[in-house]
């Protein structure tokens, strides 16, 4: 079971961002997956999480309205747009996945097992 991201950049305050995490090892049809996040000097958080089982997403208030978790089945792919980003979004963005939770709400507040590596985001005009 492997997590790939990529996608991170750097962008300008307002602007977008996708970020992109290929699975492989398992389906994109029943775990939960997510995107988190550290910034420097802070804890990680979650920041989306969907189920993909059922499409059910899960979103802390600080993004929501900002940033939209979707996956590519075809592609066993993981997105993250990010849209409206703010200095404070400046972190290491993770992917992740726990294969035995189907819950987005008890991924984002559990957190997964199985980790991508991290793609920097980094927000600054």
């Known amino acids: 079971v492997q997590l790939q991201a990529f996608g991170g950049g750097l962008v300008q305050p307002g602007g977008s961002l996708r970020l992109s995490c290929v699975a492989s090892?398992?389906?994109?049809?029943?775990?939960?997956v997510g995107w988190f996040r550290q910034a420097p000097g802070k804890e990680l958080e979650a920041v989306s999480c969907l189920s993909t089982n059922n499409d059910i997403t899960h979103y802390p208030d600080f993004v929501k309205g900002r940033f939209t978790i979707s996956t590519d089945k075809a592609k066993n792919t993981i997105y993250l747009q990010m849209n409206d980003l703010k200095p404070e979004d400046t972190a290491i963005y993770y992917c992740?996945?726990?294969?035995?939770?189907?819950?987005?709400?008890?991924?984002?507040?559990?957190?997964?097992?199985?980790w991508g590596q991290g793609t920097l985001v980094t927000v600054s005009s």
């Open positions: 090892g398992f389906t994109l049809d029943r775990p939960a």
């Open positions: 992740g996945t726990e294969l035995g939770l189907s819950s987005s709400y008890a991924l984002c507040h559990i957190g997964p097992r199985t």
